[in-house]
């Protein structure tokens, strides 16, 4: 399996910039996924590496070989779409042998690599049918041992998993994982469901307007965010606007409302105007008569709505006319019915702040 490295790509339809100043390098057999909305560029960059289209500048590697400009066909890569892709009036077999044809490789080896494929992706026996006589998930596993059936350099992923419905896309996504570590293949996913890529992925890289706005491992872009965006765009984030200061018990965060919120040391400069972030499951509600820990920051709230998630509660809360906040909970013991007035409680640590 490769490397893949992108140094400074860009890609640009005339004045519009589609992707800018990409620098990335994926390991060997690591599982990258680039994250992002609408537009954001994810697509391009996905064509770019599989060889569709060339970028208007910056350098492409596998492998540590130059193939920026190296046609598709010769690049090694398996490429899977949302739409599957699959050749309607041949058989499953014929579907995923389709690659080794064109590459001239031998019947009998053909027929012990789509046999393998096919065992990998747990659709043995099911080489005769037509795609027509499939189901969704069914067609997504068959495209998915065609693209790894000719022993590809890289796997290249773009939402492979968007047009089936949630169950079965969980279940895909397990299903894709460990596929992708007992084949140990370097693999590049283009998505823009979050939960998809905090499951799967080893890194994950937020893109936003074509500039990569983080590159790191799940964990780090969920608690720790790079900014504004990305704190906003991977998952729900309460979010309080304030300035930092020191005091006797340690750092605080001087909130825009007035109150007072303890955080760790950040790092950064007292006085300096800074967005903290706290996410919805690092929220504790308590009721208003109950004194939160020493440790803990307490303001108080109403709540406003409660929506059943079946393993959890999420909460919607309001702190004021203009400020509302987010909480999930999976204590059923303690439910607090719309109008309840609770204290919110967070430990320091929960608290990552972001310089304005």
């Given at each position: 399996?490769?490397?893949?490295?992108?140094?400074?790509?860009?890609?640009?339809?005339?004045?519009?910039?589609?992707?800018?100043?990409?620098?990335?390098?994926?390991?060997?057999?690591?599982?990258?996924?680039?994250?992002?909305?609408?537009?954001?560029?994810?697509?391009?960059?996905?064509?770019?590496?599989?060889?569709?289209?060339?970028?208007?500048?910056?350098?492409?590697?596998?492998?540590?070989?130059?193939?920026?400009?190296?046609?598709?066909?010769?690049?090694?890569?398996?490429?899977?779409?949302?739409?599957?892709?699959?050749?309607?009036?041949?058989?499953?077999?014929?579907?995923?042998?389709?690659?080794?044809?064109?590459?001239?490789?031998?019947?009998?080896?053909?027929?012990?690599?789509?046999?393998?494929?096919?065992?990998?992706?747990?659709?043995?026996?099911?080489?005769?049918?037509?795609?027509?006589?499939?189901?969704?998930?069914?067609?997504?596993?068959?495209?998915?041992?065609?693209?790894?059936?000719?022993?590809?350099?890289?796997?290249?992923?773009?939402?492979?998993?968007?047009?089936?419905?949630?169950?079965?896309?969980?279940?895909?996504?397990?299903?894709?994982?460990?596929?992708?570590?007992?084949?140990?293949?370097?693999?590049?996913?283009?998505?823009?469901?979050?939960?998809?890529?905090?499951?799967?992925?080893?890194?994950?890289?937020?893109?936003?307007?074509?500039?990569?706005?983080?590159?790191?491992?799940?964990?780090?872009?969920?608690?720790?965010?790079?900014?504004r965006f990305v704190a906003d765009f991977l998952g729900t984030a309460n979010r309080f606007e304030g300035v930092l200061q020191n005091g006797a018990d340690g750092c605080f965060l001087d909130l825009d409302d007035g109150a007072l919120m303890p955080c760790t040391d950040p790092g950064l400069p007292p006085g300096q105007r800074v967005a903290a972030i706290v996410r919805p499951e690092r929220v504790r509600l308590e009721?208003?008569?109950?004194?939160?820990?020493?440790?803990?920051?307490?303001?108080?709230?109403?709540?406003?709505?409660?929506?059943?998630?079946?393993?959890?509660?999420?909460?919607?809360?309001?702190?004021?006319?203009?400020?509302?906040?987010?909480?999930?909970?999976?204590?059923?013991?303690?439910?607090?019915?719309?109008?309840?007035?609770?204290?919110?409680?967070?430990?320091?640590?929960?608290?990552?702040?972001?310089?304005?």
């Open positions: 399996m490769s490397t893949i490295e992108l140094i400074g790509v860009a890609k640009r339809y005339g004045p519009l910039s589609a992707v800018e100043d990409i620098d990335l390098a994926v390991e060997e057999g690591e599982f990258v996924t680039v994250l992002g909305p609408s537009g954001s560029g994810k697509t391009t960059l996905l064509t770019m590496i599989a060889g569709l289209a060339g970028p208007s500048a910056g350098r492409i590697e596998i492998g540590g070989r130059d193939v920026t400009w190296l046609p598709a066909a010769r690049r090694n890569v398996g490429l899977v779409f949302q739409s599957y892709a699959l050749f309607p009036h041949m058989s499953v077999a014929a579907n995923v042998a389709f690659p080794l044809a064109v590459r001239g490789v031998a019947k009998a080896e053909t027929r012990r690599r789509v046999g393998d494929a096919l065992r990998l992706v747990r659709l043995e026996g099911f080489g005769r049918r037509r795609p027509s006589q499939l189901s969704g998930g069914q067609q997504q596993r068959v495209a998915l041992a065609r693209a790894f059936v000719f022993e590809p350099e890289i796997l290249l992923l773009d939402e492979p998993l968007g047009a089936l419905d949630r169950k079965l896309r969980e279940q895909l996504q397990v299903e894709l994982r460990q596929l992708q570590r007992s084949l140990g293949i370097t693999t590049i996913l283009v998505t823009h469901d979050q939960e998809e890529a905090l499951s799967l992925s080893d890194r994950i890289v937020v893109l936003d307007e074509g500039r990569v706005q983080q590159i790191g491992t799940p964990e780090e872009a969920y608690l720790r965010p790079a900014n009721p208003v008569e109950a004194v939160g820990a020493t440790d803990a920051v307490g303001l108080r709230a109403t709540v406003t709505d409660v929506i059943y998630l079946g393993q959890s509660l999420r909460y919607h809360l309001e702190l004021d006319p203009e400020k509302s906040v987010i909480a999930t909970s999976t204590d059923r013991g303690a439910r607090f019915a719309p109008g309840t007035a609770v204290h919110l409680t967070w430990r320091p640590d929960d608290v990552w702040l972001i310089p304005d």
